[in-house]
């Protein structure tokens, strides 16, 4: 047998020339129609997820594999149409690199501004005394899953007018979720929305998302908690460096636009 048939022969036998069907290994979690997803874009995937410690859950990974390769499915058939070519897809993606661009650049700003000083966090306390007198703990039950890629994916959840229900309503979507008692703390999120959940119904059901889970309650005890000093000097320092970012953000588009040429079509000028 001459060597050129031999290398041949070799090359059926192992079906290993130019087409290996070998399972994924090393820094290869998942391989789709030879995409490779790698171990540090799955990581890269949770990270960008703030899921912490719910990160090293296998579950957790798993599901975020599933999603990723749900993802890049969608993303090859989305390029077999031609949509990557359409106008609303050219559009999307120059809105998210300037949202990107445009964030780093206050990322950047923001490091330069100082924190406030104790003085500071006292003076907005005695200023702001609402903000830190009608503080609750709220026993909440909660049902709690990520974040669909689509956010109108859970919308079906409207119409629950239980946990239960809506326990039933994400097992018949076959979407994995955790459900547990935990404990809010009003002064977590702005004081409109706090005094929205702390008006609700006794037993209603709401459902909110921090961008990366999306959470339904039922509140099931509430009582108040005095803010002790020290947590009230930090939290205030936390409303405050929000306002000076704010702010500081506001000058910057300000001066930015006294040195940029910017013409408006008639009817779309800004209103004096």
Avoid: H
């Amino acid at each position: 047998m001459s060597r050129a048939i031999a290398l041949a022969v070799l090359c059926v036998g192992l079906s290993a020339c130019g087409g290996s069907k070998e399972s994924p290994s090393g820094q290869v979690v998942a391989r789709i129609n030879g995409q490779e997803i790698t171990l540090s874009e799955l990581n890269s995937e949770l990270l960008a997820n703030n899921l912490g410690k719910k990160a090293e859950d296998p579950a957790v990974r798993q599901q975020m594999i599933e999603r990723l390769i749900a993802r890049k499915l969608l993303v090859e058939a989305a390029r077999d149409e031609g949509l990557d070519k359409s106008s609303e897809y050219i559009l999307a993606r120059q809105r998210t690199e300037e949202n990107e661009l445009a964030g780093l650049a206050q990322r950047q700003m923001m490091s330069k501004i100082k924190p406030p000083t104790r003085q500071e966090a006292e003076k907005f306390i005695a200023d702001n005394p609402a903000l830190f007198n009608n503080r609750k703990l709220m026993i909440l039950e909660q049902i709690r899953f990520l974040q669909p890629a689509n956010k109108n994916d859970v919308k079906f959840l409207e119409q629950a007018k239980s946990l239960d229900e809506v326990a039933d309503l994400l097992k018949q979507a076959a979407i994995r979720f955790e459900r547990a008692p935990t404990v809010f703390d009003t002064t977590s999120v702005s004081r409109e929305l706090a005094d929205r959940i702390d008006n609700l119904p006794p037993g209603e059901v709401f459902v909110i998302s921090n961008g990366q889970m999306v959470l339904a309650n039922v509140i099931r005890e509430k009582q108040p908690a005095a803010i002790p000093q020290e947590a009230r000097i930090q939290y205030a320092s936390q409303l405050i460096q929000q306002q000076k970012i704010g702010k500081a953000i506001e000058r910057q588009v300000a001066e930015l636009k006294k040195k940029a040429e910017i013409s408006y079509q008639p009817g779309y000028e800004p209103k004096k």
